[in-house]
């Protein structure tokens, strides 16, 4: 039985001792996988092929569900190659007959794509190929370029990495995404020479996304460093409302803030907690037990924790209330805050045998036996 005689049109579908031999299986599940890639991967017009060859709207379903198991397979069994190393070479030719202003923008993008997927797998070569053709076919190819650039700074070379970074961003200069490559590469290679391109290209970010963490860590700092307080203290607003949870947002804040005058600093943490969620307020309240602390108002830092515990209770609030007492040489009272730390969040007590202002406390054997 030759495969087109089952694809004679019949209105009420394939009779379904046909349909359901194993031969014909078989026949219309090559025949789809022909229209499949034909026709792009799209499974909505593979179905319409088959209404053509006289397939009912259930039939067509479950052809299509069987493609999409053994496209499915096909891809499992070929990753399964890649991870085992049975398959170590994977070459992406461009199509010599793809050419500029004959080709629309998805197949530039296919290249794009294959370029990345190459460059991921680590065959650098076969990816410029693919960027290459990407911009041959369309030299306005932002992704190409950026890929480059990426392809460049995995080879090392930064400095054309930086080249193809600058060149995506000639075409889309508001492109975050590129413009955090940039950033993170100037960074590695920082110096006198490039630290304005990179404070600049900091602030693009910025102006995009006034949010971005890491662009706002790198401006912060920079104020710093101009001791342009004003602009950082702005900063580090936006970093902690976002990130109040983060070792850095703390610290970035309580650099800032005990750099402002006495008043000022303790005026901020009343105004700014205005604006935040309660998360981020009691946090806030966290850390102006801490600014207290580092003041060396040490019953004003203690009431501030003692507040927030009357809140939630939290292993830290007891801990920074263990360190104060003990530098104020209050012993048994330190060390009774620390049984309680140690009960809600045994693994203080690493922290605590290593944490300096409890260094004093190392060799008393209370400590000794509640750390154990």
């Known amino acids: 039985m030759g495969l087109f005689n089952f694809f004679k049109p019949k209105k009420k579908g394939i009779d379904e001792s046909t349909f359901n031999s194993s031969q014909y299986q078989n026949e219309i599940l090559a025949f789809v996988q022909v229209k499949y890639f034909e026709h792009r991967q799209n499974y909505e017009t593979v179905l ?68 990345a ?29 950026a890929n480059k650039g990426t392809l460049f700074l995995k080879r090392g070379d930064n400095e054309k990495a930086l080249q193809f970074y600058n060149k995506a961003l000639e075409i889309k200069p508001n492109h975050v995404l590129i413009l955090e490559n940039k950033m993170d590469l ?10 304005i391109e990179f404070i600049n290209t900091v602030k693009s970010i910025l102006q995009n996304d006034p949010g971005h963490p890491n662009a ?8 710093l460093k101009e001791n342009n307080i004003e602009s950082a203290l702005k900063s580090v607003k936006i970093l902690f409302a976002n990130h109040h949870s ?10 800032i803030f005990h750099k402002l005058p006495e008043d000022k600093a303790l005026n901020e943490f009343e105004t700014f907690k205005i604006i935040l969620t309660d998360k981020a307020k009691y946090q806030l309240e966290y850390c102006k037990g801490l600014y207290l602390k580092g003041m060396g108002k040490y019953d004003e830092a203690i009431n501030v924790y003692e507040q927030l515990n009357q809140l939630q209770e939290f292993s830290w609030n007891y801990y920074q209330m263990a360190i104060i007492k003990n530098l104020q040489n209050k012993t048994n009272e330190a060390i009774k805050l620390l049984k309680i730390t140690f009960t809600l969040e045994p693994e203080l007590k690493n922290d605590a045998k290593q944490f300096l202002q409890l260094q004093n406390l190392w060799g008393n054997i209370e400590f000794i036996e509640i750390t154990k």
């Not at 198991?69 to 030719?93: C, H, P, V, W, Y």
């Not at 065959?123 to 190409?144: G, H, P, Q, R, V």
């Not at 100037?186 to 630290?195: C, G, Q, R, V």
């Open 48 to 115: 319409a092929e088959l209404e053509k060859q006289g397939l009912n709207n259930e039939q067509g379903y479950v052809v299509v569900e069987n493609l999409k198991q053994l496209n499915s397979k096909m891809a499992n069994e070929f990753q399964q190659e890649l991870d085992s190393g049975r398959i170590t070479e994977i070459k992406i030719n461009p199509n010599p007959e793809h050419k500029r202003g004959r080709v629309d923008k998805d197949q530039v993008d296919k290249y794009i794509g294959y370029g």
């Open 117 to 145: 997927f190459q460059m991921d797998r680590g065959d650098l070569d076969n990816a410029l190929e693919l960027f290459d053709k990407a911009i041959e076919l369309d030299d306005k190819a932002t992704l190409a370029y």
């Open 186 to 195: 100037l960074f590695e290679m920082m110096n006198e020479s490039n630290e």
């Open 216 to 223: 706002l860590i790198y401006i912060i700092q920079f104020y």
């Open 246 to 255: 983060e070792n850095i947002a703390i610290q970035l804040l309580l650099d």
